[in-house]
């Protein structure tokens, strides 16, 4: 089983339209969690980390699960320029005082394809 | 502007070969990384390293090699030993022992001849 897995979609949705991505993680000892953005063939940029009380950011909304080992990405009110790949990033790393981030594992991404 | 610059964009390898992906970064960050992006999947750690002259190896290390040897500086060599080389590697950068933001350069995409 893969650390962090992810439904590599595509998703094709209208624009105006809701989309949910999940992703599941495998190690419990999970600290941190972290949504990225990647545009094909660039680099990947941080949407937004992920908290255990679940946060929002505009149109963006993130949820932890930790029973279930899942979190989640909502988009509302999908724009076309919201087409691109959402990584899954966990940390299985110790926080606090420790340089953990070596110990990032990233999911393999979930395509979004927003359509006028 | 501050930020993080690879280069090439572009490198392609012949048989045998080693070449050197160059990573620069001018935000006097402290921890540099090399990932490696197959299609389809997910980033993997090749390197990282947390201060001058100090590097560990990631999870795929076998075929590659670092130096340190400037706060500013992380090149990757990908040597003969990488019999799939074929590849999208990312160089990341952060500061701090417990921000665990990373900043990405723009990639190299690393063919073989």
């Known amino acids: 089983r893969k650390e962090v897995e992810q439904d590599p979609g595509p998703f094709n949705v209208p624009e105006g339209a809701t989309v949910a991505f999940n992703c599941t993680y495998s190690?419990?000892?999970?600290?941190?969690f972290f949504w990225y953005r990647q545009d094909c063939r660039k680099e990947p940029k941080l949407l937004m980390s992920?908290?255990?009380s679940g946060n929002e950011d505009g149109r963006f909304t993130a949820q932890l699960n930790r029973a279930s080992q899942y979190i989640s990405l909502l988009i509302r009110d999908s724009k076309l320029s919201d087409s691109a790949t959402y990584l899954c990033?966990?940390?299985?790393?110790?926080?606090?005082?420790?340089?953990?981030?070596?110990?990032?594992?990233f999911g393999s991404g979930t395509r979004l394809l927003v359509r006028p | 502007d501050g930020g993080i610059t690879q280069s090439p964009k572009y490198l392609f390898r012949k048989e045998g070969q080693n070449v050197t992906l160059s990573c620069e970064q001018n935000?006097?960050?402290?921890?540099m990384y090399w990932y490696r992006q197959d299609p389809g999947q997910g980033l993997r750690l090749i390197y990282y390293?947390?201060?001058?002259?100090?590097?560990q190896k990631g999870d795929i290390a076998e075929g590659y090699s670092v130096s340190r040897e400037k706060k500013e500086s992380f090149p990757l060599t990908v040597t003969s030993a990488q019999k799939n080389p074929t590849a999208f590697y990312l160089c990341?950068?952060?500061?701090?022992?417990?921000?665990?933001?990373?900043?990405f350069g723009s990639g190299t995409q690393l063919s073989v001849l």
């Open positions: 990033v966990v940390n299985i790393g110790m926080v606090g005082g420790v340089d953990s981030s070596y110990k990032l594992i």
């Open positions: 990341a950068s952060k500061t701090g022992l417990t921000n665990e933001k990373l900043f």
């Open positions: 190690n419990s000892a999970s600290q941190s």
């Open positions: 935000l006097n960050h402290d921890a």
């Open positions: 992920v908290y255990s």
């Open positions: 390293s947390q201060i001058v002259n100090d590097f």
